[in-house]
C-alpha cells in the first residue's frame, strides 16, 4: 500500500461537495464571522453566537457540518499516521521517517475516538436539520495530515485544528445549554473531552520528539502559528469578549498548552482580525 495518500483520492460519496483551500478563504462570508455586526464605518464585525441571533442556527448548522467533515479527515489522518511511518527501533530514534510504536498506538486510539465522533456528528447534524452535503468540504485538516514529518503532523493537526475543535465544541456547549437543546448540549460535551486527549498528545509527543532537536520543535511551531492563525477565521476564534468562537483556556491547559502559549494564540487571532477589518474598510 502506498504511503502518504493524496488529498484528492479520499474515498467520499456523491453527496459532499469539495472546494479548495483558496475557494474556502476568499468567500466573504467565511472573513465575516459568525454573528456580524456593522460598526459606525460599515465594517462588519463579530459577536458572540447566542440563540437571539437571526442566523445563530445556520452558522450553528455550518459550524457543525464543518466539524463533521474534520472528524472524517482526522481519522483519515490518524490512520495514516499509523501507516505512513516505519516503527523506530529503539527509544530515542530521532529519525523523521520512524515514530515510536506508542505514538502509532495514540493514533490509533484517535481512530477510534474520531469514527465515533464521526457517527457523533452524522446524528448530531441529523438533529439540527442538516443534510451530509448541505455544506462544503475543504481537505485542509487531511493535508496537514500528510506532511512528511510526524512532529508536524501532530502540531498542525492534534495541537492547531484539533485545539481549534476544543474552542468550538467548548462554545457550541454553552450554546447548546444556552438554548435549551440537551442533544446539542451532551454531543459538544462528549466530544470535547476526547479532543482534550487528542491535543494533549500532540503536546506531548511535540516534546518529546523534539527534545534533543530545537530546530525541528521550531519548525513544528512555525507550522503551527500559520495554521493557528489562518483558522482563527479572521479573529473570529478569538479571547475577546465578543469573540464567537472563545479560545478555551481551561481545556488548553489541561491539552498540555502553556499560558504563554493561548496568549500567543490570542494575539495572532487579534492580529487576523485586524487584518480582516482593515481589508473591509
Ligand atoms: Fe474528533
Ligand atoms: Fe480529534
Same mark, same amino acid.
Given at each position: 500500500?502506498?504511503?502518504?495518500?493524496?488529498?484528492?483520492?479520499?474515498?467520499?460519496?456523491?453527496?459532499?461537495?469539495?472546494?479548495? %483551500?483558496?475557494?474556502?478563504?476568499?468567500?466573504?462570508?467565511?472573513?465575516?464571522?459568525?454573528?456580524?455586526?456593522?460598526?459606525?464605518?460599515?465594517?462588519?464585525?463579530?459577536?458572540?453566537?447566542?440563540?437571539?441571533?437571526?442566523?445563530?442556527?445556520?452558522?450553528?448548522?455550518?459550524?457543525?457540518?464543518?466539524?463533521?467533515?474534520?472528524?472524517?479527515?482526522?481519522?483519515?489522518?490518524?490512520?495514516?499516521?499509523?501507516?505512513?511511518?516505519?516503527?523506530?527501533?529503539?527509544?530515542?530514534?530521532?529519525?523523521?521517517?520512524?515514530?515510536?510504536?506508542?505514538?502509532?498506538?495514540?493514533?490509533? @486510539?484517535?481512530?477510534?475516538?474520531?469514527?465515533?465522533?464521526?457517527?457523533?456528528?452524522?446524528?448530531?447534524?441529523?438533529?439540527?436539520?442538516?443534510?451530509?452535503?448541505?455544506?462544503?468540504? %475543504?481537505?485542509?485538516?487531511?493535508?496537514?495530515?500528510?506532511?512528511?514529518?510526524?512532529?508536524?503532523?501532530?502540531?498542525?493537526? %492534534?495541537?492547531?485544528?484539533?485545539?481549534?475543535?476544543?474552542?468550538?465544541? %467548548?462554545?457550541?456547549?454553552?450554546?447548546?445549554?444556552?438554548?435549551?437543546?440537551?442533544?446539542?448540549?451532551?454531543?459538544?460535551?462528549?466530544?470535547?473531552?476526547?479532543?482534550?486527549?487528542?491535543?494533549?498528545?500532540?503536546?506531548?509527543?511535540? @516534546?518529546?520528539?523534539?527534545?534533543?532537536?530545537?530546530?525541528?520543535?521550531?519548525?513544528?511551531?512555525?507550522?503551527?502559528?500559520?495554521?493557528?492563525?489562518?483558522?482563527?477565521?479572521?479573529?473570529?476564534?478569538?479571547?475577546?469578549?465578543?469573540?464567537?468562537?472563545?479560545?478555551?483556556?481551561?481545556?488548553?491547559?489541561?491539552?498540555?498548552?502553556?499560558?504563554?502559549?493561548?496568549?500567543?494564540?490570542?494575539?495572532?487571532?487579534?492580529?487576523?482580525?485586524?487584518?480582516?477589518?482593515?481589508?473591509?474598510?
Amino acid at each position: 500500500m502506498r504511503k502518504i495518500f493524496p488529498a484528492e483520492e479520499l474515498a467520499r460519496d456523491s453527496r459532499f461537495s469539495r472546494i479548495s %483551500n483558496e475557494e474556502r478563504f476568499q468567500d466573504p462570508r467565511g472573513q465575516r464571522g459568525i454573528g456580524g455586526r456593522t460598526d459606525e464605518k460599515g465594517r462588519r464585525g463579530q459577536a458572540r453566537l447566542t440563540p437571539d441571533l437571526p442566523e445563530a442556527p445556520d452558522a450553528a448548522r455550518s459550524l457543525m457540518h464543518g466539524i463533521f467533515v474534520g472528524e472524517i479527515q482526522a481519522l483519515e489522518g490518524a490512520g495514516r499516521t499509523c501507516w505512513d511511518f516505519e516503527t523506530a527501533t529503539r527509544s530515542g530514534d530521532a529519525a523523521i521517517e520512524a515514530v515510536p510504536f506508542e505514538l502509532k498506538l495514540d493514533m490509533a @486510539r484517535q481512530c477510534w475516538d474520531e469514527a465515533r465522533h464521526c457517527e457523533i456528528s452524522v446524528k448530531l447534524s441529523e438533529w439540527m436539520g442538516t443534510e451530509i452535503g448541505e455544506f462544503t468540504e %475543504n481537505p485542509f485538516l487531511y493535508q496537514a495530515a500528510c506532511n512528511p514529518d510526524p512532529v508536524l503532523r501532530l502540531t498542525g493537526v %492534534n495541537r492547531a485544528l484539533e485545539g481549534l475543535a476544543i474552542d468550538v465544541f %467548548n462554545t457550541m456547549r454553552d450554546f447548546g445549554d444556552v438554548a435549551g437543546d440537551p442533544v446539542l448540549e451532551f454531543c459538544e460535551d462528549w466530544m470535547l473531552a476526547d479532543e482534550v486527549t487528542h491535543v494533549k498528545m500532540g503536546s506531548d509527543w511535540l @516534546r518529546r520528539l523534539t527534545e534533543s532537536d530545537p530546530e525541528r520543535r521550531t519548525r513544528a511551531l512555525e507550522f503551527q502559528r500559520i495554521v493557528d492563525k489562518l483558522f482563527s477565521f479572521g479573529g473570529a476564534r478569538g479571547d475577546e469578549e465578543d469573540s464567537p468562537l472563545r479560545l478555551a483556556r481551561r481545556f488548553r491547559e489541561l491539552a498540555g498548552f502553556t499560558e504563554t502559549e493561548v496568549d500567543e494564540i490570542a494575539a495572532l487571532s487579534r492580529e487576523a482580525r485586524d487584518e480582516m477589518l482593515a481589508q473591509q474598510s
